[in-house]
């Protein structure tokens, strides 16, 4: 490929629209959805908007932004963690959500007396405030909150 025909593929590749919208919902393992979706609510206020119809052992939260959050029993007492070497340190347990909130203080708070494993609020400057938990499942998620609503 001559030089004037990649210049031409990447300006095609920059103007280009990806294919892919945004993430429409997400899906967690849970071990006891009843017994999840109180905690959900309790703690992360969210609202369960459906038991799906595949299924009593599924269900919808909605977050406040109105993206869906389904929570399905597992049968592997599985989370949706994994274990990586790139970014905290060697063998770092990743979570494999950041949710952004408008008041991370009371959310900390309010996980705080979930009694679940919550860590300290971290000021990462520019990027914002940001936590990690886990639910009663051992999910691990980052909690986010823009800079600008610090």
Same mark, same amino acid.
């Not at 109105?66 to 949706?80: D, H, T, V, Y």
């Not at 070497?85 to 979570?95: A, R, S, V």
């Not at 408008?102 to 520019?126: M, Q, Y």
């Given at each position: 490929?001559?030089?004037?025909?990649?210049? =031409?593929?990447?300006?095609?590749?920059?103007?280009?629209?990806?294919?892919?919208?945004? *993430?429409?919902?997400?899906?967690?393992?849970?071990?006891?959805?009843?017994?999840?979706?109180?905690?959900?609510?309790?703690?992360?206020?969210?609202? =369960?908007?459906?038991?799906? %119809?595949?299924?009593?052992?599924?269900?919808?939260?909605?977050? %406040?932004? %109105? =993206?869906?959050?389904?929570?399905?029993?597992?049968?592997?007492?599985?989370?949706?963690?994994? *274990?990586?070497?790139?970014?905290?340190?060697?063998?770092?347990?990743?979570?494999?959500?950041?949710?952004?909130?408008?008041?991370?203080?009371?959310?900390?708070?309010?996980?705080?007396?979930?009694?679940?494993?919550?860590?300290?609020?971290?000021?990462?400057?520019?990027? %914002?405030?940001?936590?990690?938990?886990?639910?009663?499942?051992?999910?691990?998620?980052?909690?986010? =909150?823009?800079?600008?609503?610090?």
């Amino acid at each position: 490929m001559n030089e004037e025909s990649l210049k =031409q593929k990447e300006q095609e590749i920059q103007e280009s629209k990806p294919l892919l919208k945004r *993430v429409s919902h997400n899906y967690l393992p849970v071990t006891d959805l009843k017994r999840a979706l109180e905690w959900y609510a309790k703690y992360l206020g969210l609202k =369960q908007v459906l038991t799906t %119809g595949r299924s009593e052992y599924s269900s919808i939260l909605i977050l %406040g932004n %109105g =993206q869906w959050l389904f929570l399905l029993e597992s049968k592997s007492n599985k989370n949706a963690n994994f *274990v990586t070497d790139h970014w905290e340190g060697e063998d770092y347990e990743m979570f494999s959500l950041t949710f952004e909130t408008d008041d991370i203080i009371k959310l900390h708070d309010s996980l705080r007396k979930s009694g679940t494993h919550v860590e300290s609020i971290v000021d990462h400057d520019g990027c %914002g405030l940001q936590f990690k938990f886990k639910d009663l499942d051992g999910n691990k998620f980052n909690v986010w =909150q823009d800079p600008d609503k610090n």
